[in-house]
Nanobody
Framework: QVQLVESGGGLVQAGGSLRLSCAAS????????MGWYRQAPGKQRELVAV???????TYADSVKGRFTISRDNAKNTVYLQMNSLKPEDTAVYYC???????????????WGKGTLVTVSS
């Protein structure tokens, strides 16, 4: 089994910064793309940023220039550096990873339980 555990959420004032981390653990054979999604109250979950195993990145237009996604393949960890935070960034942030477990024939997506980010105005 594979687990994803997020950390780093919290309360911050507008204009501030936070860094989220997500560590994958368990019986992992290989990890493909990793990413961050978020879900604000009353809204659908949306993509924030994704990074492939060869470090190509994609960002939502709303966070370009403010957020940076990175990963440490040796630690099976993905990070999200969030700068210039705005109240509209308030949401639960979920980590996602496409992982091939040791005992599996094909990879599949795994999700963390989420970490709350609250940006006050």
């Amino acid at each position: 089994q594979v687990q994803l555990v997020e950390s780093g959420g919290g309360l911050v004032q507008a204009g501030g910064s936070l860094r989220l981390s997500c560590a994958a653990s368990g019986s992992i054979f290989s990890m493909n793309a990793m990413g961050w999604y978020r879900q604000a109250p009353g809204k659908q979950r949306e993509l924030v940023a994704v990074i492939t195993k060869d470090m190509r990145t994609t960002y939502a237009d709303s966070v370009k220039g403010r957020f940076t996604i990175s990963r440490d393949n040796a630690k099976n960890t993905v990070y999200l550096q969030m700068n210039s935070l705005k109240p509209e960034d308030t949401a639960v942030y979920y980590c996602n990873a496409n992982v091939k477990p040791m005992a599996a024939l094909i990879p599949r997506d795994y999700w963390g339980k989420g970490t709350l980010v609250t940006v006050s105005s």
